[in-house]
């Protein structure tokens, strides 16, 4: 039986396919001498040299690939840590999506925004007008918080950016690991397991993991050269084209020895600001849209053998970002601007300076029959605060226009001890354990940017006040992990697997979790599967120690507006308990089948239970009548805090479609995926002083947003056709129906007045499409667009909908004519791109 999804590579040059449901494939060369690489998951690679002759237009070659024995050489399926499974006879729904032949059509450069357009149930949401997540897309699987999905690279846990989310509509609130500090051009391919795994990985896998497999390939050069624009609108000049996006990366490795490997990448990546402001005499913000941002990444993966049974490897990065996004505008009349150092008004710019490494060493080797890895792995997420085009108000016309505004550290190192063994390959044992400490930081800005120098005007940097010395901390945590996994084939129809882990925190203590997963094949081509799993996820440090002041003058008294951190006396006497971990209950029921042999089907339904989700909530103030005295006593004018508030539940379909057949002679490859989620929140959970405050704590407006965190239904289909030396791609992505509450939520009696507090974002359908040719054996030139027919959200109905259309600027949580959602509000984008292999 042919193998599906083998990746055929031409050492050397640009051209590449891989093999269809039965195991052909199909490859033009010119006459000459090449390599052929063969490689597939759970298979040794392998190379093949071929002599392409003149005379003979078609030649065949039969090949065949020798399942991977060795425990060092094997790879990873997330999900499973049975290195025999295939994405088909999973238990568990697996993505596995091979960058190397995407990423070269589609016009997205980042991971995060090209994982939104491959992966149905996984969306990254750009943010405009909300501080930090301007420079940090959230990120949800299924809809679930971005701190909910778990990263991997090469099986290794990823550590999360510092940012806590406060502002914007998506994530906030949550934490999560920045994707776009990783380069594609390093990514061999991902691995997307839609399904809670937290007691085979630990803390934050509820939704799912994210496994990225970095590249391993040797005696290769291979660069990307890409530029793109958005074709501009709304804008208050008459610029054609807007926020530009320059990408070049280079990607080389060398052989170690005879089986080793060192494999490099390099990445620069700048986008430019786009604007979208200019919808009509209601602007609150004359800068609305996306943040500058450039990034700059070195990667590296190596493996090497020290004998026939031990080796050694390493891998990881770093990254630098340097960002600028707009904030709010103060106008000119504004009590927060001097109109001698600003006579127009002013455009707060918020820039961010992030630092990014990460490392990873160990050793896998065999012991009496055992296979055993030996890994640390370090990470650390540094995010600088500046505010620049800027000004003290209470400095007056001697007011500095750019401030240093401090920022926050979060550091990770993980060590772990694990052990594989198979008996008769039938039975399947992983067990091991693993120890993480944790270290988080908030360093204050200096002085002028949180101080008020006179009573009577508003305190510190405009758009963005700096963290005073107060809001400084230095917190550290630590939790040991042991687990274990067994698979079973109880006969060659029938699996079942167990998994359970038992993590102890040092300041909230224990918890145990298990899953259950097991699949049957009905047919020989149908295979039902189904998990059942309890997870967990520890609150992050930033959720329990993330605090910030501003500090108002009324009455000549300082008076503070907190956000205070989960320990602070505020908290204590409001009664606020102790951050605790989420809890959940994942399931899912469902089925991969071969319909045709070129036609491949998987389905499958989840529900997810997570209960005492963290939430940040809205805004106490001095005057409430019942606890407005013990704020007032304290010193305190509003605060708001991170508390277990809410449980949600999530019920969903996830389907996946595949065709491939042959078109004259071209080959055309479609896919249909799609994703069908429906989140609920239940009752808010307070404590005996604050009930009754359920709306403060979490009102109408965060509800939506929540349930907004993926739409109702994703739908994505591909199609790609390839002859010769030419490639087609077209992709359509529909975005179902969102619905948010706008600020008139708060208006009394606002369906009686008259008053829009809905604003619904109908479907929508964007049009993708790319043409690739090869130039020559080794370079391959693209042209398309993204969202070519220039489709905007809005009300009008239609998925086409291209006329003006948008809410009200002031009503909207960003300040503009649309808040963010999915699909983004920028238009069309159109991009070229140049690929070299050598």
């Known amino acids: 039986m042919g193998i599906p999804g083998v990746q055929v590579r031409t050492l050397g040059t640009a051209i590449g396919t891989s093999s269809d449901g039965e195991g052909n494939f199909t490859l033009r060369l010119r006459p000459g001498q090449y390599t052929l690489q063969f490689a597939s998951v759970g298979f040794e690679a392998i190379d093949r040299p071929v002599s392409v002759r003149a005379e003979n237009r078609f030649q065949s070659i039969n090949v065949r690939l020798n399942a991977a024995q060795h425990s060092l050489r094997e790879v990873s399926v997330v999900g499973s840590r049975n290195l025999n499974r295939s994405v088909m006879d999973s238990p568990s729904p697996i993505d596995l999506i091979s960058l190397q032949e995407i990423a070269p059509k589609v016009a997205q450069v980042d991971l995060g925004q090209a994982m939104q357009y491959i992966a149905p149930s996984y969306n990254a949401t750009r943010q405009t007008g909300s501080d930090g997540a301007d420079h940090v897309d959230p990120a949800t699987l299924r809809g679930l918080g971005p701190d909910q999905t778990l990263v991997l690279i090469n099986g290794k846990r990823r550590h999360q950016s510092s940012l806590v989310n406060i502002f914007g509509t998506r994530g906030r609130g949550n934490t999560g690991t920045d994707l776009?500090?990783?380069?594609?051009?390093?990514?061999?391919?991902?691995?997307?397991?839609?399904?809670?795994?937290?007691?085979?990985?630990?803390?934050?896998?509820?939704?799912?993991?994210?496994?990225?497999?970095?590249?391993?390939?040797?005696?290769?050069?291979?660069?990307?050269?890409?530029?793109?624009?958005?074709?501009?609108?709304?804008?208050?000049?008459?610029?054609?084209?807007?926020?530009?996006?320059?990408?070049?990366?280079?990607?080389?490795?060398?052989?170690?020895?005879?089986?080793?490997?060192?494999?490099?990448?390099?990445?620069?990546?700048?986008?430019?600001?786009?604007?979208?402001?200019?919808?009509?005499?209601?602007?609150?913000?004359?800068?609305?849209?996306?943040?500058?941002?450039?990034?700059?990444?070195?990667?590296?993966?190596?493996?090497?053998?020290?004998?026939?049974?031990?080796?050694?490897?390493?891998?990881?990065?770093?990254?630098?970002?340097?960002?600028?996004?707009?904030?709010?505008?103060?106008?000119?009349?504004?009590?927060?601007?001097?109109?001698?150092?600003?006579?127009?008004?002013?455009?707060?710019?918020?820039?961010?300076?992030?630092?990014?490494?990460?490392?990873?060493?160990?050793?896998?080797?065999?012991?009496?029959?055992?296979?055993?890895?030996?890994?640390?792995?370090?990470?650390?997420?540094?995010?600088?605060?500046?505010?620049?085009?800027?000004?003290?108000?209470?400095?007056?016309?001697?007011?500095?226009?750019?401030?240093?505004?401090?920022?926050?550290?979060?550091?990770?190192?993980?060590?772990?001890?694990?052990?594989?063994?198979?008996?008769?390959?039938?039975?399947?044992?992983?067990?091991?354990?693993?120890?993480?400490?944790?270290?988080?930081?908030?360093?204050?800005?200096?002085?002028?940017?949180?101080?008020?120098?006179?009573?009577?005007?508003?305190?510190?940097?405009?758009?963005?006040?700096?963290?005073?010395?107060?809001?400084?901390?230095?917190?550290?945590?630590?939790?040991?992990?042991?687990?274990?996994?067994?698979?079973?084939?109880?006969?060659?129809?029938?699996?079942?697997?167990?998994?359970?882990?038992f993590e102890y925190y040092n300041d909230f203590g224990p918890t145990l979790n298990w899953k259950l997963s097991s699949w049957f094949k009905a047919t020989d081509k149908v295979l039902l599967r189904g998990t059942i799993s309890t997870g967990f996820r520890a609150p992050s440090l930033a959720q329990v120690y993330f605090n910030q002041t501003v500090t108002n003058f009324f009455d000549g008294k300082p008076v503070e507006v907190l956000l205070a951190r989960n320990d602070s006396p505020v908290t204590r006497k409001l009664g606020i308990a102790p951050l605790k971990q989420e809890t959940s209950l994942n399931s899912s029921l469902g089925l991969t089948t071969h319909l045709a042999p070129n036609l491949k089907l998987t389905a499958d339904a989840y529900w997810v239970r997570v209960r005492d989700r963290v939430v940040l909530t809205g805004a106490f103030t001095a005057q409430d009548p019942t606890i407005g005295a013990d704020l007032r006593a304290l010193g305190v004018g509003q605060a708001q805090f991170f508390t277990n508030a809410i449980s949600t539940t999530t019920r969903g379909l996830d389907v996946v479609l595949q065709h491939g057949t042959l078109i004259g002679n071209g080959r055309l490859t479609t896919t249909l995926t799609a994703n069908f989620n429906k989140l609920r929140i239940g009752n808010v959970q307070t404590n005996d002083r604050l009930r009754g405050k359920e709306e403060t704590y979490f009102d109408e407006r965060e509800r939506r947003f929540v349930e907004a965190s993926a739409p109702p239904s994703k739908i994505n289909l591909t199609a790609d056709y390839s002859r010769k030396r030419w490639s087609l791609l077209a992709r359509f992505v529909r975005f179902g129906q969102v619905t948010l509450a706008n600020f008139n939520i708060y208006e009394a009696n606002f369906a009686q007045r008259g008053l829009i507090a809905y604003d619904v974002y109908k479907p929508r359908l964007t049009t993708d499409f790319s043409a690739s040719v090869q130039v020559t054996n080794n370079v391959r030139l693209t042209v398309g667009a993204n969202n070519l027919f220039n489709v905007y959200p809005g009300s009008r109905s239609g998925v086409f909908a291209r006329q003006a259309d948008y809410f009200s600027p002031s009503l909207t949580e960003s300040g503009g004519a649309w808040d963010p959602v999915q699909m983004g509000s920028n238009g069309a984008f159109w991009f070229a791109k140049i690929g070299m292999k050598f």
């Open 180 to 501: 776009n500090t990783i380069p594609i051009a390093a990514i061999e391919r991902i691995e997307i397991l839609r399904d809670g795994a937290a007691a085979q990985y630990g803390s934050d896998a509820i939704a799912g993991v994210v496994n990225i497999v970095l590249k391993k390939t040797t005696g290769e050069f291979t660069s990307n050269l890409s530029y793109g624009a958005h074709k501009a609108a709304y804008r208050f000049d008459n610029k054609a084209m807007d926020g530009g996006n320059l990408s070049l990366n280079a990607n080389y490795g060398v052989q170690l020895g005879q089986d080793g490997f060192l494999n490099i990448t390099a990445d620069v990546n700048n986008r430019n600001h786009t604007q979208r402001a200019n919808v009509g005499p209601d602007v609150v913000r004359r800068q609305y849209g996306d943040a500058q941002i450039n990034n700059t990444s070195l990667w590296a993966n190596m493996e090497l053998p020290i004998d026939g049974n031990t080796l050694f490897y390493s891998f990881g990065g770093l990254t630098l970002r340097q960002g600028e996004a707009y904030a709010w505008t103060r106008f000119a009349n504004s009590d927060r601007n001097i109109k001698s150092i600003y006579p127009n008004g002013f455009d707060p710019l918020i820039t961010s300076n992030i630092a990014d490494v990460g490392l990873t060493t160990g050793v896998r080797t065999e012991w009496n029959s055992w296979g055993v890895d030996v890994a640390n792995t370090y990470g650390s997420n540094r995010f600088a605060y500046g505010v620049e085009n800027t000004l003290n108000v209470s400095l007056g016309a001697q007011s500095p226009t750019s401030f240093d505004a401090g920022g926050f550290l979060l550091r990770q190192n993980v060590t772990g001890v694990h052990f594989t063994r198979d008996f008769q390959r039938s039975i399947h044992i992983a067990a091991g354990t693993e120890f993480r400490a944790e270290n988080y930081r908030i360093f204050a800005g200096e002085e002028a940017s949180y101080k008020s120098y006179d009573p009577s005007r508003a305190p510190g940097s405009q758009g963005f006040p700096g963290f005073q010395p107060a809001n400084a901390i230095n917190r550290y945590r630590t939790n040991l992990g042991v687990y274990a996994d067994i698979e079973t084939d109880v006969t060659p129809t029938f699996m079942v697997g167990t998994a359970a882990r």
